[in-house]
């Protein structure tokens, strides 16, 4: 049997198959020296990057010998299939002097590695997941790591030690005869001897969605939520504080099938999407006190807002959205990929909208993404597109060549006002995504810290896949000097901003 040499940097695909003997659901081979693939051709050649990944692999099996590659059939909440290879195993966790081998697979997306894996833990029948910080009620996996991924930096060793590091603080599983107790103690002992079963339901759940501020951004997001037929039940909150509202009586008048109208936060508990359109303008002259004014208002509803929708998206409208975005995330305490901004979403679909009907005569499939602030200091980047998928092939920056088609677009792109019932259409798109799990890429307003060098706690608009966990950010791009300048004025712009406000 060939082998593929670890130390080359490139492993060619015909030399790869050669000789290798190719069974229908395994990958792998196995061996006590070194990682051997025999990997079908069917699975293989659905991955963008196979050599990297190839290689990526290999160094994982150096360092976990019991992590094997297989492949499978991968569904999304959407029922859409596709196959695709998947890391199964144990990782070795330590809790109070005690050894335990925790069960997880991970899912490999097919621009792996340059996007993240899909983590799940993998409990057998015996077992109980104790959700937690890292860890959502179906075992799917949170971590810092996966939201700030950016290869080669980030790497799966990278992120199994993590994990590892993660999960001795905080066990993830128990036996069920603990499980009322919820002691850590009583993780199960003899998972080191799991056997590794596929399997497992996802159990319906009433869709509810709830958005907080009635005024016309509110009504505007409510119209266009139901329009897109995606929830079962929708909460408009029209909250006292909020100096937007006076539309939620004609909603009541009205009687929309399906919408509930209340003045009480605790109408949202259970809520898979909060989208917060409340704004508490006051009558000050200065920037800064306008902003301050809508912190203080956050700081009454949105810790409420998490506490009773601990698994829920917020979905901040409010602005300035990238400060907004920000102090939703740290009130909230909630991971950042549960608290994203609206961003420029409605930029970006219009401005793809622009080049590929109005200024290309045949649809070239490329999608360009408005990211930043919502400023002068937008950028724009490109990205093509698979042929009838939302799966990014290539994320890149304006280049020269490229550049006269963009300044067109983006000069056809001013004047195109956010009105209200643009914002709630984005505002639909974005909530469509998160509670269907569609794992379409939206821009929108996520934590930047990591991505291109950025080293501040700053919330920019970057393209993030979305799905009912919340939003996966893609790995970031070099951009030119002009535009690196605009991203790194809004950074600096931000921090000092928040130096002046009360938190």
Known sequence: MKKADPKSQTFGYSSLLNGIVQKKHSIYSGSDNGFQLGICEKVLSKYKFRDVAIEELQKVSRLHHDMKVISGTYMSSDSLQKDLLKLIGNIPVRYQGRSYNLPILLWLLESFPFTPPVCFLRPTSSMVIREGKHVDSKGRIHLPGLHNWDHPKSTVNGLLAEMIAKFEEEPPLATKSSAQSDNPNDLLAYVSNLALNEGGNRLDQEVKVSVIGGGDLGIAAVLSIMAKSCVDKLVLIDIPESSTKGGTMDLEIFSLPKVEVSKDLSASAGSKVVVITANAWSDEQSYLSVVQTNVDMYRGIIPRLAQLSPKAVLLIASQPVD??????????????????????????????????????????????????????????????????????????????????????????????????????????????????????IHSVTTLAEGWGGISSKVFLSLPCILGENGSTRLPGVALGSEDEMKLRESVACQVNLFMQLRL
């Not at 045949?362 to 939302?390: C, F, H, R, Y």
């Open 323 to 440: 400060i907004m975005t920000r102090v939703a995330w740290r009130q909230s305490h909630l991971p950042p990929t549960q608290v994203i901004g609206m961003g420029c979403n409605l930029d970006s679909e219009r401005l793809s909208h622009i080049i590929n009907i109005s200024l290309v005569a045949n649809n070239t499939g490329k999608q360009a993404w408005v990211i930043g602030e919502l400023s002068e200091n937008k950028v724009a980047l490109w990205g093509s597109m698979g042929p009838g998928t939302d799966q990014l092939q290539a994320l890149t920056p304006v280049s020269n060549s490229t550049k006269p088609l963009m300044d067109r677009a983006l000069e056809m792109l001013k004047g195109r006002g956010q009105r209200s019932w643009s914002v709630g259409l984005s505002i639909a798109d974005i909530t469509h995504s998160i509670v269907t799990d569609k794992k379409k």
